[in-house]
C-alpha cells in the first residue's frame, strides 16, 4: 500500500482512536515510510532553492505527524509489555519492524526489575542464592585432624571446641573451611567411632 501524508494522517486518526490497540501495518511499513520520507526531503531541497514556504512547512507537518505516530504506537507497546509481562508466551497483534525487539526489550527489562524488587522485598530468592543456602544447609562428616578451640561459624552460630579424632557433622560451608586448612577430612558414614 502506498505512503502518503494523507494515508499517514488516517494512521495518526486511527492510532489516537484505538487507546490500546495497535493500527495493522503491513510487515514492511516503515521501509515504505522512509523511502517516501527520503523521497520528500528531495522535494524540500528544492523547496529551499524555491524559497517555497508552503512545501517547507508541509514537511515540517510531516516530520511531527511521523514524530506522532511512532510516539503513540510506542506508548502502546510499552503498556502491552506491561500488561503481559506475566504471559511470556503472550505476544500482541500488529507489531512491525523494530516494534517487535522494543515490545521483547520492554517485557525482558521489566520482569528483570520486577524479580529484584521481589528479591529486594524478600518475596523471591536471589539467582544463586538458592544454591548458596543449599550448600549451607547441606552438612558434612568431618574427623578433626587438630584440636579447634570453639568458634563462631558463618552462620553465626558457635561450634566447637572440637578436640583431635572426634567426628563432628558440620554444615558444607564450615567443613570446607577446616578442610582447605587441614583441620578436617570427610569421613563416610561408616566412621561413627566417635560420633
Same mark, same amino acid.
Do not use: C
Given at each position: 500500500?502506498?505512503?502518503?501524508?494523507?494515508?499517514?494522517?488516517?494512521?495518526?486518526?486511527? @492510532?489516537?482512536?484505538?487507546?490500546?490497540? *495497535?493500527?495493522?501495518? &503491513?510487515? =514492511?511499513? $516503515? /521501509?515504505?515510510?522512509? !523511502?517516501?520520507?527520503?523521497?520528500?526531503?528531495?522535494?524540500?531541497?528544492?523547496?529551499?532553492?524555491?524559497?517555497?514556504?508552503?512545501?517547507?512547512?508541509?514537511?515540517?507537518?510531516?516530520?511531527?505527524?511521523?514524530?506522532?505516530?511512532?510516539?503513540?504506537?510506542?506508548?502502546?507497546?510499552?503498556?502491552?509489555?506491561?500488561?503481559?509481562?506475566?504471559? @511470556?508466551?503472550?505476544?500482541?497483534?500488529? *507489531?512491525?519492524?523494530? &516494534?517487535? =525487539?522494543? $515490545? /521483547?526489550?520492554?517485557? !525482558?527489562?521489566?520482569?528483570?526489575?520486577?524479580?529484584?524488587?521481589?528479591?529486594?522485598?524478600?518475596?523471591?530468592?536471589?539467582?544463586?542464592?538458592?544454591?548458596?543456602?543449599?550448600?549451607?544447609?547441606?552438612?558434612?562428616?568431618?574427623?578433626?585432624?587438630?584440636?579447634?578451640?570453639?568458634?563462631?561459624?558463618?552462620?553465626?552460630?558457635?561450634?566447637?571446641?572440637?578436640?583431635?579424632?572426634?567426628?563432628?557433622?558440620?554444615?558444607?560451608?564450615?567443613?570446607?573451611?577446616?578442610?582447605?586448612?587441614?583441620?578436617?577430612?570427610?569421613?563416610?558414614?561408616?566412621?561413627?567411632?566417635?560420633?
Amino acid at each position: 500500500m502506498e505512503i502518503n501524508y494523507s494515508r499517514l494522517r488516517n494512521l495518526y486518526r486511527l @492510532e489516537k482512536q484505538s487507546r490500546t490497540r *495497535l493500527t495493522p501495518l &503491513e510487515p =514492511d511499513f $516503515y /521501509r515504505l515510510l522512509r !523511502e517516501y520520507i527520503e523521497g520528500e526531503k528531495k522535494e524540500v531541497d528544492l523547496a529551499w532553492q524555491e524559497q517555497d514556504i508552503q512545501r517547507l512547512v508541509l514537511f515540517a507537518n510531516l516530520v511531527k505527524l511521523v514524530n506522532d505516530i511512532i510516539a503513540i504506537r510506542q506508548r502502546k507497546i510499552v503498556s502491552l509489555a506491561l500488561a503481559s509481562m506475566f504471559d @511470556e508466551a503472550w505476544e500482541p497483534e500488529n *507489531l512491525v519492524g523494530w &516494534e517487535k =525487539d522494543l $515490545y /521483547r526489550d520492554v517485557v !525482558e527489562t521489566v520482569r528483570k526489575y520486577r524479580d529484584s524488587a521481589l528479591v529486594f522485598v524478600g518475596l523471591k530468592e536471589e539467582e544463586g542464592k538458592k544454591e548458596e543456602e543449599e550448600k549451607r544447609l547441606k552438612t558434612v562428616r568431618v574427623k578433626i585432624l587438630k584440636a579447634i578451640p570453639e568458634f563462631i561459624g558463618t552462620d553465626y552460630k558457635t561450634y566447637g571446641p572440637y578436640a583431635a579424632g572426634e567426628i563432628a557433622e558440620l554444615p558444607q560451608e564450615i567443613a570446607d573451611i577446616l578442610l582447605v586448612r587441614n583441620l578436617a577430612e570427610v569421613v563416610g558414614d561408616e566412621d561413627n567411632t566417635h560420633a
